[in-house]
């Protein structure tokens, strides 16, 4: 027999791990097979399926239930791994049919009893050959037997043909199966029992057909037929039912007189059942008019009951309606007349409290849509708007009067203010008490008349702005006088070499601290108005304070109670939850830039004093500002972060500002006098990038690298325009200011990228420079030599290298007439070259390796011209290259 799929143990196993892996326990994998093609529902839909392979299942129970088989249908994933795809209960398999269409006969479909009342077309699936369909449907056909104990019908294939096939194509196990380790193991108990299966199944096939060819040998012997008279058979069975359907009709004629006695039967009930009829539609009239009687007598009794409900409803909602329309004398008395002294705030608010209860009431949907246009509650709403009138306008008077007194009272007091020789920390937290007793009551004032409150803003920020300001500017004032700080500021890149340096060394970390100062006390503070005010004024926004702002948190000192009593509520007690988006956000802004506004003049003062002082002292400041910006991030507090980008946007000019002198101290060594040696802005930079890199303290680099950029950028064109200004010591200028700029500057480009990309660009400059001044060097010294090898070297590209001792200027006589001038005192040609290099050079340091670079470019230029006469001349004699290395060794 062929090998098959169904011999695949990794098939098994695969499908195995598939079941396993979608849940189903206890089942084992009893068959597996791979289809060709299958096709069930996408067959409506003109598709062909992806290739499957099916397996039998069998479920056995330990608990007393029922033995279940199934037949699985698995795909393959996209990672070639099998998956269950579909799955049939064998219970409801009815019938297995081979098409007849198909001529290989590999094609068959499944009945199922389940599937019958739905749009699904059966399964049907095509094997590869029909061997593989007979393993299939013989294991399908022997799990039914042996699990469920039935047969399904088979049609479109002889059974017998099924079981012979069976019978011819059933394995023999071996007794005998090699294990792993050599040994033998015994599986006969399951070669028995599928044996034996097999041949249960063979048998009953066989015997389902044998009874079908007894039974249709007994019919035709019946009629005393042979097999092959199918047509005389047929015609005889078509007699035979015409003479039973004309028996039957004669059964019905026979029978006549019976149908007669149960129609007189039916005639009498039929009339007894009239009389009935009769009776009970008399005794309906009656019982119909008793329920009229009924129903009439409920109908009264329910009006009259429904009239005193109705009239005991409305004296109670009249009661309730009065009720909401008295005015108690003591609310109109507190509303109309009364005082706003703190010991009187309670009755004021709860008057208040009681005011917009009670116009809340009188509208809909609280009060009844009947009952608005009534007379008395016109005229009552009309007496309450009148008191809410006067409340507010009261109330506003007093509030704007008190918030211009208090802030008087603490301005003509000295005490509250930085004097001198004492820096004062500026406290509200008195301010604050005192304002917060009227919370509540702007609160109501808000729900009365919210158009009252924008007056109200308008004093509070004009009043508390003269108190900041104030407090600003003094703190400001005495923040200057204190902080001590040298009096001359310093140069850095221009005047003498000591000035620069003395001017950098003086300490002026007092400046930037002055600063730091000044924003620790004032952005907390500011944030803190900003928030109170914000709740204060009833402003329906989210917490202006942002989390993780440095010192933003830490509230002055005495003010560190929570504003628990500031929490948004509406009358009734309940807190409010603001809506981030809220639209009163922008006139918050608004009203915090009239409270604050001139506050910024302050601190720019500081800002310019510090430059004044020290202008690198701007790169402290700045990382101080962005310290502090970037724990801004609510939008409520926007002016304080628009403040501080003021701040930091200042500095950045300030800064700039010193950038643009110094590149123009630079700039100014180009229009001096001719200029020697190491240009004196080189080493002070040096200097200068030391103390910028201090005073940076771990903020972004790009105010910095930008300030590198377009120093090193001024300095190096500086450089070569004084350069240009004397070809004859263009080279050294560069050679020497170069290598400054890289010794000065090593350490710093190891860990400053920008410095660091400025420093191999300076590299590059200098190797370029030193190659220049050492070719120069050499041609001038034996120019001969080398113009002669320059001249054979263009002439090998247009004749061959024999032809040219034949030129004129070229021949081994000019050759000997060239070695002899420019070899024959080779040693003071050196020493020439050598006292010329040291005599260009102003710094001594460079000295060494310069003449190393000339030595050895001399040597390769040497051997070149060596190579060129050996090639060109043959065998001319000719100094060796090793004795004038050797010479060349003992400089």
Known sequence: MAKSSADDAELRRACATAVAASGARGEEVAFSIRVAKGRGIFEKLG??????????????????????????????????????????????????????????????????????????????????????????????????????????????????????????????LDNQVSTQDGQ????????????????????????????????????????????????????????????????????????????????????????????????????????????????????????????SVNNKGLVEELEKLLERLRIPQEFAASLTGGSFEESRMLKNVEACEWLTGAIRCLE???????????????????????????????????????????????????????????????????????CRTYARLLQHLKSLDKSCLGPLRKAYCHSLNLLLRREAREFANELRASTKAPKNPAVWLEGANNAGQNGSSADTSTVSDAYSKMLTIFIPLLVDESSFFAHFMCFEVPALVPAGAPNVNKHI????????????????GNDLKPDNTSVELGTLNDALQELLDGIQEDFYAVVDWAYKIDPLRCISMHGITERYLSGQKADAAGFVRKLLDDLESRISVQF??????????????????????????????????????????????????????????????????????????????????????????????????????FYHQASESYEQACTRHISS???????????????????????????????????????????????SGIDKSIGTMYRRLQKTLTSDELFPSLWDKCKKEFLDKYEGFVQMVARVYGNEPIMPVAEMKETLASF
């Open 364 to 434: 809909v949907p609280n009060l009844d849509p009947s009952y608005v246009n009534m007379r008395a509650v016109r005229e009552k709403r009309a007496e309450l708007e009148k008191l809410k009138t006067t409340f507010v306008r009261r109330a506003s008077e007093f509030l704007r009067n008190y918030f211009s007194s208090l802030v008087d009272f603490m301005i003509s007091d000295k005490s509250y203010f930085s004097q001198r020789g004492q820096l004062k920390r500026p406290d509200h937290a008195d301010l604050r008490y005192k």
């Open 777 to 823: 060097l050499i041609y001038l010294q034996f120019e001969r030599l080398f113009q002669f090898a320059r001249k054979v070297d263009e002439l090998t590209y247009t004749i061959a290298a024999e032809e040219i001792p034949f030129q004129l200027g070229l021949s081994k006589t000019d050759l000997r007439r060239v070695l002899k001038s420019s070899l």
């Open 47 to 172: 598709r062909l399926a992806k290739p499957r392979v099916l397996a039998v299942t069998t479920k056995h129970s330990s608990k007393g239930e029922d033995n279940k088989a199934f037949l699985r249908v698995l795909k393959y994933s996209s990672g070639a791994v099998l998956e269950p795809a579909k799955l049939y209960k064998l219970k409801h398999l009815t019938k297995v049919e081979v098409i007849s269409s198909d001529p290989s006969g590999c094609t068959f479909v499944l009945g199922f009893d389940n599937l019958r009342s739905q749009t699904v077309a059966p399964p049907q699936w095509t094997m590869r050959n029909i061997d593989d369909r007979n393993r299939l449907l013989f294991c399908i056909l022997n799990t039914c037997k042996e699990i469920l104990s039935y047969l399904p019908k088979v049609v479109g294939i002889d059974i017998v043909e099924l079981a012979l096939w069976a019978k011819e194509n059933t394995l023999t």
């Open 184 to 307: 033998a193991t015994s599986v006969a108990t399951q070669t028995e029992r599928k044996v034996t299966a097999t041949v249960t199944v063979e048998n009953d096939l066989v015997s389902q057909a044998k009874d079908e060819e007894e039974d249709m040998e007994a019919l035709l012997d019946t009629y005393v037929m042979g097999i092959g008279e199918a047509d005389a058979f047929s015609e005889r069975l078509k007699q035979e039912l015409v003479a039973l359907e004309a028996a039957n009709v004669y059964q019905l004629l026979e029978s006549e007189p019976l149908i007669e006695e149960v129609l007189q039967g039916l005639d009498a009930a039929s009339a007894t059942v009239d009389d009935m009829d009769e009776w009970l539609r008399i005794f309906n009239l009656k019982l119909r008019h008793m329920r009229e009687d009924i129903s009439s007598i409920e109908s009264r009794n329910n009006g009259l009951e429904m009239q």
């Open 557 to 572: 000192s005495g003010g560190n109670e929570p504003d628990d009593d500031l929490s948004l509520m509406d009358p009734d």
């Open 656 to 757: 700039s500002r010193f950038i643009d002198e110094a590149c123009h101290q630079i700039e100014r060594n180009e229009r001096n006098v001719r200029q020697t040696g190491i240009l004196a802005y080189i080493p002070r930079f040096a200097v200068l990038a030391s103390r910028m890199e201090q005073y940076i303290q771990g903020q972004s680099r790009d105010l910095i690298d930008k300030a590198y950029t377009k120093l090193v950028s001024t300095m190096f064109t500086t450089l070569e325009k004084i350069a240009q200004s004397d070809t004859k010591t263009a080279d050294i200028v560069l050679i020497e200011n170069y290598a400054a700029f890289q010794n000065s500057l090593y350490d710093l480009a190891n860990v400053v990228p920008t410095l660091a990309k």
